[in-house]
């Protein structure tokens, strides 16, 4: 049955009906939670609808948060009404090519402004709103009622291109005048029902095909079109959009039913509109991607607000990456130009491990950039070592290596990485080189797991040590020092940094972890010690740490994600000197790697309610969009939400990538390098299950299954 067809069967009104009843309904259940969750860490100042552990709505069209689509290649910011906010499109491969290479934000083609009876339709003059996004099939509506009518608004992005559709579906109740226009000028070739256009965003060319369905009769504007409605009241307007259009020989084609009588037939939009497939077959296929994403999934048998929380992780972090848009992942991907659009540590030390068991094709992106940007570290490092080799606390003295220098080749990655791979952070950041500790640890990991060749894995490894030994200094007892140099508690910068000098340590095992006998078999560097800070009671964040305050985890970090032996033989002290002490106004980070922390060390309970102050009072916005800071509503932040991912994966769940198997593992598998992936669960009292249903590994799918009620484990193959 054509659309047109099966549009007038009667099974439209039938929707229409059903969403009016819908959201009446829903209507009167405003502002009912889930009364299972503990109280957040502040008061939720938004409407929140009743949590849903597949859909994400928003029920207050005031609310100015804006929706995000994405698919690694573009974003796009979606407002209440469900048309595009100005300059809330942002493309992967659209960066300013000299100075700073920032993010550039685009302006919106999206939307339509629409009329009814002489008013003009927007949700907030509304009654019975609603926004959908269903994470099933990545598909957002937007309905609302208003002039005696009702609207529907449904857009879907392209899962592999820079392409999206919408279908607005107007249904005035009885005949009325309806007009519609683009909010942006716009010049339309038309014919019949169907129009095209070709356009550019800032020097960006796009193409757009757009369908008047159903129920119409009036005429085309410039910008629009003008008209009311016919016996079967319901009016659809359809719209595809392509940001990447491919350019294509043109080649004479007869007309197709005569869409463009007034076009020669070798025009482009005969040879485009082929390829112009509106909403339906872009929805089909972003469905149809999701469902095979979906085989991979976390159920929960526990609050459905953890349920929906989790799936909302893995909904916005398997959709932030692309494997083919050569580029990793800043901290708000493709949603914001916050940080401009840059790869910081968060792509590997935070998105990689919450994706690499579930969407390895994405995770590997983060470890393709760096590797294809190797030569990039390379020259920074030249650059750094003619400097003089300096820190924060000026140069270094010497050329570094007791003396000599050797033609061995170093890496030193950038704090602030984009388009060209060298460094672009304009203030004291740059003296934050953990970043090449960061990208190592990640190497390793990614070979470990079978993302790269060991092979390829050589060459970043023994040239991030290289850079070690050209950064440090002895010091009078004979371990290297590294001074000035900032820490991951941004809030200082100083000497010999624990999580620093712990990368340093562990890249002279090309991989190998922490396993004493690779350290002294395969060391490049025989005999290198590094100074780690430390007191009577326990290991301490820097030289002259007081205790007394920082911005976020740092000292920690030794025991995950580094997994230290000797730090987490004192993690309980370490957990009691430093987890009070961080900033309430930091990263939600923090209580990620706390709650990992907290679960390893028997602390489910604890474990439990630091992890829900991890993402509660950060997802506060519509559509659980993750917030950097519980004050601000700048979202999509990504490294929060692989934080709390991480907690699920690698505290809850127990999984642990190392050079051993962790005592008492329930299952385990070898991997490369001598590394080994195990599991051992330490369940929260909330949960009384989980199935993480084909978590992949090495090219395989397992599936593992764990209760509170039992210490029994499965771990069976997957689908």
């Known amino acids: 049955m054509r659309l047109k067809e099966r549009l007038s069967s009667g099974s439209l009104k039938k929707a229409v009906a059903g969403h009016r009843t819908l959201y009446v309904g829903l209507l009167l259940l405003t502002g009912c939670s889930n009364s299972s969750s503990p109280a957040p860490e502040t008061p939720i100042a938004h409407k929140q609808a009743p949590a849903d552990p597949w859909v994400l709505s928003c029920i207050d069209p005031a609310e100015k948060t804006p929706a995000l689509l994405w698919n690694g290649l573009i974003g796009v910011r979606i407002g209440r009404d469900g048309m595009g906010i100005e300059n809330g499109l942002f493309a992967i491969d659209e960066y300013e090519k000299t100075g700073e290479e920032k993010i550039l934000p685009l302006p919106n083609p999206m939307g339509l402004k629409w009329t009814l009876r002489g008013e003009t339709l927007d949700p907030a003059k509304g009654t019975n709103y609603r926004q959908n996004l269903d994470m099933r099939g990545g598909i957002l509506e937007t309905t609302w009622d208003q002039a005696g009518g009702h609207v529907i608004l449904t857009t879907a992005i392209e899962p592999g291109s820079a392409a999206l559709a919408e279908r607005w579906v107007i249904d005035p109740g009885t005949d009325a005048e309806v007009s519609w226009e683009s909010p942006a000028p716009a010049t339309y070739q038309h014919s019949g029902d169907v129009a095209t256009r070709k356009g550019k965003l800032r020097g960006r060319d796009f193409q757009e095909f757009l369908s008047m369905k159903y129920g119409v009769r009036g005429e085309w504007k410039d910008r629009g079109w003008k008209g009311s409605s016919d016996s079967d009241p319901a009016i659809v307007v359809e719209r595809y959009i392509n940001l990447a259009p491919r350019p294509v020989p043109i080649k004479p084609a007869p007309p197709q039913d005569d869409v463009f009588p007034d076009l020669p037939s070798n025009h482009w939009a005969y040879r485009d509109m082929a390829k112009a497939e509106l909403f339906d077959s872009v929805a089909e296929r972003s469905k149809s991607v999701w469902a095979e994403r979906w085989k991979t999934d976390i159920e929960i048998d526990g609050p459905v607000e953890d349920q929906q929380a989790v799936r909302s992780f893995l909904f916005y972090l398997r959709s932030a990456i692309h494997p083919n848009g050569k580029m990793s992942i800043s901290p708000f991907g493709l949603s914001d130009a916050t940080y401009n659009g840059h790869v910081f540590w968060d792509a590997e030390i935070w998105v990689f491990p919450a994706l690499a068991l579930v969407q390895p094709d994405a995770a590997k992106a983060i470890t393709d950039y760096r590797l294809a940007h190797l030569k990039d570290a390379e020259a920074n490092f030249e650059d750094w070592m003619r ?262 994966l690698y505290g809850f769940m127990g999984f642990r990538l190392d050079w051993k198997k962790q005592d008492g593992a329930a299952w385990s598998i070898p991997l490369h390098g001598g590394s080994w992936l195990s599991v051992k669960p330490h369940l929260p009292p909330a949960w009384k299950s989980v199935k993480f249903k084909n978590f992949n590994v090495l090219g395989r799918r397992y599936t593992l299954t764990a209760t509170t009620t039992s210490t029994d484990v499965h771990v069976t193959q997957g689908d």
């Open 387 to 648: 400097a003089g080799r300096p820190t924060a606390s000026g140069k270094l003295s010497g050329p570094g290596l007791d003396g000599e220098r050797s033609t061995q080749k170093g890496a030193m990655f950038p704090w602030e990485s984009s388009v060209s791979g060298h460094e672009t952070v304009p203030g004291p950041s740059k003296w934050e080189h953990h970043i090449t500790g960061d990208v190592a640890f990640e190497v390793g990991q990614a070979m470990a797991l079978g993302f790269i060749k060991d092979t390829d894995s050589y060459k970043p490894l023994e040239e991030a040590a290289f850079f070690w030994l050209c950064r440090s200094t002895k010091g009078p007892d004979g371990k290297y020092e590294i001074n000035g140099t900032m820490s991951p508690d941004e809030n200082h910068t100083g000497d010999n940094d624990l999580y620093t000098s712990l990368l340093a340590q562990w890249g002279f095992t090309q991989g190998g972890g922490w396993d004493p006998v690779r350290a002294t078999t395969t060391n490049w560097y025989p005999n290198v010690e590094f100074k780690l800070p430390h007191d009577d009671k326990s290991f301490l964040t820097y030289d002259g740490d007081t205790v007394k305050g920082y911005k976020q985890a740092a000292a920690v970090l030794a025991i995950y994600p580094l997994q230290f032996p000797p730090a987490e033989k004192r993690a309980r002290p370490m957990m009691e000197r430093f987890a009070d002490k961080v900033s309430k106004n930091g990263p939600a980070m923090t209580d990620s790697v706390h709650s990992i922390i907290w679960s390893r060390l028997g602390e489910s309970q604890k474990a439990y309610e630091t992890w829900r102050n991890s993402w509660l009072p950060f997802t506060a916005h519509p559509l659980m969009l993750f917030s950097e800071k519980r004050t601000k509503d700048t979202c999509y932040f990504t490294t929060g939400a692989a934080g709390s991912l991480q907690s699920v």
